[in-house]
């Protein structure tokens, strides 16, 4: 299944972006949505997700107050709105479908989008 993943860019520190990722309606109601983060020579980990519900979130603390997950159901896309960036937010973005919330765990992910590169700079 195709999930296409947008909104990546280069950005200053404390710059905003926001990513995307659309999926089939027939995927994307069926699961929890999140995202995950990959820096080079470190592992996938795991940033946010929602619920079907889109009032159920949980983030990892590093990016908790700056970075909102959101759902819109009727556009079967997911976004992250990513705020007040730092250079340690530099990554390559996965958009993430889980059958369990909230998963934090990547090998339990149940298919991953492609991912889209974020940089910030100092």
């Known amino acids: 299944v195709q999930l296409q993943a947008s909104g990546g860019g280069l950005v200053q520190a404390g710059g905003s972006l926001r990513l995307a990722c659309a999926a089939p309606?027939?995927?994307?109601?069926?699961?929890?949505w999140g995202w995950f983060r990959q820096a080079p020579g470190k592992e996938r980990e795991f940033v946010a997700t929602?619920?079907?519900?889109?009032?159920?979130?949980f983030y990892t603390d590093s990016v908790k107050g700056r970075f909102t997950i959101s759902r819109d159901n009727a556009k079967n896309t997911v976004y992250l709105q990513m705020n007040s960036l730092k250079p340690e937010d530099t990554a390559v973005y996965y958009c993430?479908?889980?059958?369990?919330?909230?998963?934090?765990?990547?090998?339990?992910?149940?298919?991953w989008g492609q991912g889209t590169q974020v940089t910030v700079s100092s």
């Open positions: 929602v619920d079907w519900n889109p009032s159920n979130t």
């Open positions: 309606d027939h995927v994307f109601r069926r699961y929890a």
């Open positions: 993430a479908a889980s059958n369990s919330y909230p998963n934090t765990d990547a090998d339990r992910v149940g298919g």
